[in-house]
């Protein structure tokens, strides 16, 4: 079994000519098609915790002769957790260690997330985005870019306690593995759902319905439901000196309202 310093100079060494990069990613790619319980499409409709399981291990198994895992498995009790969240709209992607004070350091626990909102949200409205710098025709294919940020993190993590993908060792190793040169998505958030479907930013004056009553007001913001400020003097004041009630408010409920 490898230790950490092993796995590490190991995992300097694994260089991949960017043809063969492209080449892991492809089997990567169909092997997941051909066996992820959810996603038989690259433009899937739904996705389980275990089809990112999947996704994390074929590619793995694909670019690391499955030693990341392996090395995981050996080195912590517990299994590295996946998670699906909705309400990550910005990032892609998330991975958190967890080491509880006084903990041995075999007991740290470690979860990858991967926002569902963006990677639905993009591939309804577009054919193409990009991720890590490259382009991605489909869910699956931003998916496997998705994972292949979070999988250095958790490298990073795994060998150092700390992970920065804005930082050059991150940004080498992400380049030289997977053939990375951002270390951000242009995935479509709901902002710019609401921006290009709708045509409502951040600051325009809306209309909704809220049990059977119109009403108006600014957007302040929004992820997943836009948060309206609708003047009322029961509201609480704004710094610009006027009382607003707060309303989270579905984007497909709102119009464009012309200011009274
Ligand atoms: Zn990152």
């Not at 670019?63 to 392996?70: C, L, T, V, Y």
């Not at 041995?104 to 949200?121: G, H, K, Q």
């Not at 990073?156 to 804005?166: P, W």
């Amino acid at each position: 079994m490898m230790n950490r310093a092993q796995l590490k100079a190991s995992l300097s060494r694994n260089t991949q000519a960017q043809r063969e990069v492209r080449r892991y990613q492809r089997h990567v790619f169909e092997h997941v098609l051909l066996n992820s319980p959810n996603i038989r499409k690259p433009n899937f409709a739904q996705i389980s915790v275990a089809d990112l399981g999947h996704v994390f291990h074929a590619t793995d198994e694909f670019f690391f002769g499955g030693k990341i895992g392996s090395f995981f498995e050996h080195t912590y009790a517990s299994p590295l957790s996946f998670r699906l969240s909705k309400r990550m709209t910005i990032s892609g992607g998330m991975t958190t260690m967890v080491r509880e004070y006084g903990a041995r350091p075999s007991e740290t626990r470690f979860e990858i997330a991967v926002a569902t909102t963006p990677l639905f949200e993009t591939f309804n409205v577009d054919s193409q985005s990009t991720v890590g710098g490259l382009a991605c025709r489909s869910r699956l294919e931003a998916l496997q870019r998705i994972v292949e940020h979070e999988m250095v993190h958790l490298v990073e993590l795994m060998l150092t306690g700390d992970s920065n993908c804005q930082a050059g060792p991150f940004r080498r190793f992400v380049k030289r593995n997977f053939g990375h040169v951002e270390s951000n998505h242009e995935l479509l958030t709901p902002r710019d759902v609401a921006s290009r479907s709708l045509g409502i930013r951040c600051g325009d004056f809306v209309c909704f319905y809220r049990d059977g009553r119109r009403y108006q007001g600014l957007v302040n913001r929004i992820t997943k439901r836009a948060t309206v400020l609708v003047k009322d003097s029961s509201g609480v004041a704004y710094s610009d000196g006027v009382c607003y009630r707060k309303f989270y408010v579905p984007l497909n409920q709102l119009k464009k309202a012309s200011a009274a």
